[in-house]
């Protein structure tokens, strides 16, 4: 079974629309962390946030939000007022223990979301 | 404070060829992640390791590719021999813990033909 699930493959908007980035996660674990990561067209991996599962605050970064929510295991990303220069691959990522436990985490990505911002 | 420093970034070679990718972990990281990104597959963890040890290399995908770590500040992905299909972009990533943010290094483009 997928462990995180980005559904929306593709997504094109107008530049100063809201846009939001879905993800779903799936697992067994009571601790985990999960992450989102921007991949520009250059191509490197750059980190946006971090969430461990104890704490569900939704949490506002300038035009970014997160919205994570234990019930649905969604941990959702919102961009406002999009820019073109937000034009990317967003990844959603989960972080739990490998088997055995101990302090050994293992991180896996979605499939990423293409998201294009038009001018 | 440098990041995670890949080598080469980009490589070109012939099938059948010996490739060797490198990584500097960022210092005082203790957690190192070879992944594979494709088109077709996305990102896939290869291996991982944890204070210079391999955890998990259940993603590695057949006896052609090793790892190695030999110390805290270095670590190699070979391929040997190289194939067509094992053309993809390869990242190294470091963390202090396995659960905390990881940070990526540029990649290495990886082309075999």
Known sequence: AQKVTQAQTEISVVEKEDVTLDCVYETRDTTYYLFWYKQPPSGELVF????????????????????????TSSFNFTITASQVVDSAVYFCALSE???GGGSNYKLTFGKGTLLTVNP | DAGVIQSPRHEVTEMGQEVTLRCKPISGHNSLFWYRQ??????????????????????MPEDRFSAKMPNASFSTLKIQPSEPRDSAVYFCASSRQGWTEAFFGQGTRLTVV
């Open chain 1, 97 to 99: 223990a490998f088997e």
């Open chain 1, 48 to 71: 946006l946030i971090r969430r461990n599962s104890f704490d569900e605050q939704n949490e506002i970064s300038g035009r970014y939000s997160w919205n994570f929510q234990k019930s």
């Open chain 2, 38 to 59: 494709t088109m077709m597959r996305g990102l896939e963890l290869l291996i991982y390791f944890n204070n210079n040890v391999p955890i998990d290399d259940s993603g």
